[in-house]
Structure formats: structure tokens, C-alpha cells
């Protein structure tokens, strides 16, 4: 088995973080604005990128300001069966963000691909938090 893990350190309380990342205001700017968001374990958050990319993940954890964790039941096959957790510590003035993307079959090239697109989210949640102002998938460039 594989994992992505990857830290972010953001100048905003874990609270700000915590609420990005489980709502549809904040996860719209920073993932997706085609989506449909939850706020219950069990339910089933879906994340739209075109017209023929779905991504559901089923919430297994909501501790507030501190932990969220998502399982993937729908999406590319690579993913469906993975965990993807994000762990919030706030110290003073900061967030880190420790993002995980747990239990990959193996490292492939879209495991590679989805790495680097990790590294973008957590920027574009991090531009969220501190300026208001995120990089979803619709205003992505590259």
C-alpha cells in the first residue's frame, strides 16, 4: 500500500480551516464549485470536475478544529477504497494541516499526478483561509 501525506502551515485558526473544509462555501473555493456538501458522518459528499469526473467520499470522522476524514466510494479506481484525512493543530497564530491520502494499491503515474494536485489543494485551501480568495478547479490553469 501507498500513501500521499503532505503538511500545509496556514496563518488562520483551526476553526477557519475546519470550516473550509466541511462546508460548500469553503470547499467550493477551494476544490470544486460543482459539489454537494454534508455535515453528518455517514453521508456522502460529491465533487464534480466536468462533465464526466465524479468524486463521492463518505465522511467517517468530523472532530471540529481538529480532524476530518472522508472515505472514497465513487471516483477513479485507483481511489475508491482510499481514506483521505486532514489533521488540524493550531499553535498561536497557525494551522498545520496534515493531509493524507491513505491505503493506494500502488505508486502509478495517476498517484503521481494526484500528489502534485494534493500539493495545489492545500495551497488553494491556504489562499482560502488567509485571503479569502481560493484556486477551485474551475479557475485552474495548469
Known amino acids: 500500500m501507498a500513501n500521499i501525506e503532505q503538511l500545509q502551515i496556514v496563518h ?7 470550516k473550509a473544509l466541511t462546508t460548500a462555501k469553503g470547499l467550493s473555493e477551494v476544490w470544486t464549485r ?3 456538501v454534508h455535515d453528518q458522518i455517514g453521508e456522502v459528499n460529491e465533487f464534480h470536475f466536468g462533465d464526466n469526473d465524479l468524486t463521492k467520499m463518505q465522511i467517517v ?3 471540529p478544529s481538529k480532524r476530518i476524514e472522508w472515505l472514497c466510494t465513487e471516483s477513479d479506481p485507483e481511489w475508491v477504497g482510499t481514506t483521505i484525512s486532514f489533521e488540524l ?3 498561536g497564530s497557525k494551522t498545520d494541516i496534515i493531509l493524507r491520502h491513505m491505503n493506494w494499491k500502488e505508486v502509478t503515474d495517476f498517484y503521481r499526478f494526484c500528489n502534485y ?3 495545489m489543494f492545500l495551497y488553494s485551501l491556504k489562499t482560502y483561509c488567509e485571503e479569502d480568495t481560493g484556486l477551485p478547479y474551475q479557475d485552474r490553469k495548469f
Open 89 to 91: 493543530k493550531e499553535k
Open 117 to 119: 494536485n494534493w500539493a
Open 61 to 63: 470522522e468530523l472532530t
Open 34 to 36: 460543482d459539489l454537494t
Open 12 to 18: 488562520a485558526p483551526a476553526t477557519v480551516v475546519y
